[in-house]
């Protein structure tokens, strides 16, 4: 995989993220929102950070607990912040380039820094899956939010 794909990638989870998390804090219907929904939102983001800072540990200011909740209003600055020190992280780290890290259970592991940027997009994908279901169960209408709907209504040249 090549760092122009995982900026792909990165553009459109940030993209969806702050969409998602617009529909939620405007939705007239906000306390209809699940407390699942906010929490798996919570964490995706959360998330986000924690394997930022696995990756590049003296870029992150603070650390994010797995699970902690912010209010609505935060969320945007705090996926951008994520976003862009994602960026950094693509043009700065080789993708081949061993990364050795504590869990959140204290055992610690390898992967390349590909597979942890792959992990952090397909993690936020499942989730926001999850998401859509209890938006859904809870009379709000989710985001069509695949990939390939994104690429062709951004009308986005692929390189």
Known sequence: MHSQ??????DYQHHFNQLLIAKLATNPNFQKT????ILLLNHTINTHQIWNARIMPNDSETNFG???????EDL????????????????SVPLQQ??????TKGEQF????????????????????QIATECRINGIEPLVADYIFYKRTANFVSP
Do not use: C, M, W
């Not at 794909?5 to 990165?10: D, G, M, Q, R, V």
């Open 5 to 10: 794909f995982f900026t792909n990638l990165f």
């Open 34 to 37: 699940s407390e699942k929904a």
């Open 66 to 72: 797995v699970f902690q909740i912010h209010p609505i």
């Open 76 to 91: 945007p600055k705090i996926d951008l912040k994520n976003y862009q020190q994602t960026l950094q992280i693509i043009q």
């Open 98 to 103: 061993i990364i050795t890290y504590t869990n």
């Open 110 to 129: 390898s992967n390349t820094a590909q597979d942890i940027l792959f992990h952090i997009i397909n993690h936020t994908t499942y989730h926001r899956g």
